[in-house]
């Protein structure tokens, strides 16, 4: 499962200039993966407020971001966009919101208002439900150097659509429409 997520981390996500900040931290090696073993509230929550201490409270040179994957019982998108909306009141309800941003990214990511087979949809779809920690301050200092972070997704999206669906999915198979 680690390796399947490191794959698609290395291939989909560094490979194809997806997120142009995560090819330094993907080379050093800096990105904990942690696996959730419950699926019910309490587990999720545990394992969640347990992933955020420990991206916390580790030096930014050893671990600079988290991907918390969810094999089991997140399948359904409208169930993690839940979890998902869960995990951000928890982040707001401690108060680090200045501290730590979520992304996310599952197999059947969907945008609102946007055809389903479009293409676009494959800039968030991973081989499991995952949510991303990303550290606020890491996240601050990269956007320096960026001109038009907002230009991001509409390149992601170029990206995909100049491979063509065939390669798109060809790397992401479970994301296929």
Known sequence: MIEITRKWLQDMVVGLNLCPFSHPVVAKDLVHYAVATGTNDAHLKAFYVKQLKYLLDAEPEVVATSLLIFPEGLENFDDYLDVLAW???????????????????????????????????????????????????????????????????????????????????????????
């Open 87 to 177: 995990f951000e009141d928890l982040l707001a309800q401690a108060n680090l919101e200045d501290h730590v941003q979520l992304a996310s990214f599952h197999p059947r990511y969907q945008f609102d208002e946007v055809a389903a087979d479009d293409l676009s949809h494959f800039t968030n779809r991973a081989p499991y439900p995952t949510i991303h920690l990303i550290r606020q301050a890491e996240m601050t200092k990269v956007l320096k150097h960026v001109a038009d972070p907002e230009q991001i997704y509409q390149d992601n999206i170029d990206c995909l659509e100049k491979l063509g669906r065939e390669k798109v999915e060809a790397m992401c198979p479970w994301g296929k429409s």
